[in-house]
Structure formats: C-alpha cells, structure tokens
C-alpha cells in the first residue's frame, strides 16, 4: 500500500522559514518524480517544486530563489526548504508523486500526501 505522508507545517511569521517533509512508503522515490503543490482557500491546487528520480530540480517562478526541494534516499523522504516566506505562500502544502519525468501538472500524479498547512502571518 502507497502512502505518502507531510508533515512540518505551522504558523510562522513574514519573513521566517519552514521545513516540510514527505515520506513514502510503498514506493521508491528515487525511481520517481516528487512534487509539491499548494493550494489556497479558493484557489486552484499549483506547482511549487518538482524532484526527478535522477535529482533534477525545477521551481515555479513564485518560489524560486526561496525553495528548495531535495531528497533522502536512505529514508525515502523528500523535504522542501521554504526560506522567507510571505504571507503570499499561505496554503495547504501537498507532496505527490508521478511516474513521468518532470512533470508538473496535478493530473499527472498518481500518488498523494494529506497535506500539511502553512500559514504565514504579516
């Protein structure tokens, strides 16, 4: 059974940083490209960070310079580094997971976190 599981979200202030975690169970990351997604209140679900299982990287442009995404192999996890955060990256933040290479449209993931909610206060 695939599970995928967030955690590491909170309130944090304008400006100030967070830690999220994604681990899997079921799959190897490694063999398989990791995203995180985010979706506001009355917003559609959107790409912030992508993963390839050969480690290349790719970011939305609202995050670039402020994210970082990586990954653990040893404990089949995928992290994302959110570094001054705005008020602006408040959403709930969803890791998933994709058979394709680089892929960062929702519909092209089969697998799926709870999700772990960031608030960022001004």
């Known amino acids: 059974q695939v599970q995928l599981v967030e955690s590491g979200g909170g309130l944090v202030q304008a400006g100030g940083s967070l830690r999220l975690s994604c681990a899997g169970s079921?799959?190897?990351?490694?063999?398989?490209?990791v995203g995180w997604f985010r979706q506001a209140p009355g917003k559609e679900r959107e790409f912030a960070a992508v993963i390839s299982g050969t480690g290349t990287k790719v970011y939305a442009d609202s995050v670039k310079g402020r994210f970082t995404i990586s990954r653990d192999n040893s404990e089949n996890t995928v992290y994302l580094q959110m570094n001054n955060l705005k008020p602006d990256d408040t959403a709930v933040y969803y890791c998933?997971?994709?058979?394709?290479?680089?892929?960062?449209?929702?519909?092209?993931?089969?697998?799926w976190g709870q999700g772990t909610q960031v608030t960022v206060s001004s």
């Open positions: 079921g799959l190897t990351f490694s063999r398989r490209t």
């Open positions: 998933a997971s994709a058979p394709g290479y680089l892929v960062v449209r929702p519909d092209a993931y089969d697998y």
